[in-house]
Nanobody, 123 residues
Framework: QVQLVESGGGLVQPGDSLTLSCAAS?????MAWFRQTAGQEREFVAG???????YYLDSVKDRFTLSKDTAKRTIYLHMNNLKPEDTAVYYC????????????????????WGQGTQVSVSS
């Protein structure tokens, strides 16, 4: 069993930065961030395997950085130059075993989810 505790959301202005964190109990091997807006499907943002490999949504890869603390099973999503289109509820997800590269982006393969944290970007 894995429990995920997210923190770091908030209201910021365009161009600002924000860092989300997600701490997992247990020892998941794959963790990721997804985001969702009303009426839309959940979208992959960034994910990693603790043994190696970090992956990003193309539209964020030059602005967002995903980092990890392997011992604490915690991941951090550093978001820079935020845009209004980044506004969403951000969800942390985890899976106990490693996912292959092509599967990291698939939300249906994650067994555990956080409660979600709101990120709003507006002037």
């Amino acid at each position: 069993q894995v429990q995920l505790v997210e923190s770091g959301g908030g209201l910021v202005q365009p161009g600002d930065s924000l860092t989300l964190s997600c701490a997992a109990s247990g020892r998941p091997e794959t963790m990721a961030w997804f985001r969702q807006t009303a009426g839309q499907e959940r979208e992959f943002v960034a994910g990693l395997r603790f043994t190696g490999g970090i992956y990003y949504l193309d539209s964020v890869k030059d602005r967002f950085t995903l980092s990890k603390d392997t011992a604490k099973r915690t991941i951090y999503l550093h978001m820079n130059n935020l845009k209004p289109e980044d506004t969403a509820v951000y969800y942390c997800a985890a899976r106990l075993n490693r996912l292959i590269t092509s599967a990291v982006r698939q939300s249906s393969l994650y067994s555990y989810w956080g409660q979600g944290t709101q990120v709003s970007v507006s002037s």
